[in-house]
């Protein structure tokens, strides 16, 4: 049974930090590309950073980019999303992801409040 289990979000003031964490199991993770995406209140889904299977190359969505870092541990089937000077606009749900060409599978997600 295929599971991605996010956990780390919460409440946090302006200019502060959360660790995004992503738990896989039931599938052959070393050999996904991985990504967290979020969808804000009254918006799309939108990518916010992806990482290759082999953890060798990373992309940021413009709007995170030098605030947000993600990174994975194959050997524990986890990758995490380390966010920085988080902004109200940060507001979301967060979703993990893994792909595999044709497999897609995504987390039931966590919910980032950042308000003062």
């Known amino acids: 049974q295929v599971q991605l289990v996010e956990s780390g979000g919460g409440l946090v003031q302006p200019g502060g930090s959360l660790r995004l964490s992503c738990a896989a199991?039931?599938?052959?993770?070393?050999?996904?590309?991985?990504?967290?995406?979020?969808?804000?209140?009254?918006?799309?889904?939108?990518?916010?950073?992806?990482?290759?299977?082999?953890?060798?190359?990373?992309?940021?969505?413009?709007?995170?980019k030098g605030r947000f870092t993600i990174s994975r541990v194959n050997a524990k089937n986890t990758v995490a999303l380390q966010m920085n000077s988080l902004k109200p606009e940060d507001t979301a749900t967060y979703y993990c992801r893994a792909d595999r060409s044709p497999a897609t599978f995504w987390g039931q997600g966590t919910q980032v409040t950042v308000s003062s």
């Open 25 to 64: 199991s039931g599938f052959a993770f070393s050999l996904y590309a991985m990504s967290w995406y979020r969808q804000g209140p009254g918006k799309g889904r939108e990518l916010v950073a992806y990482i290759t299977s082999a953890g060798t190359n990373e992309y940021y969505a413009d709007s995170v």
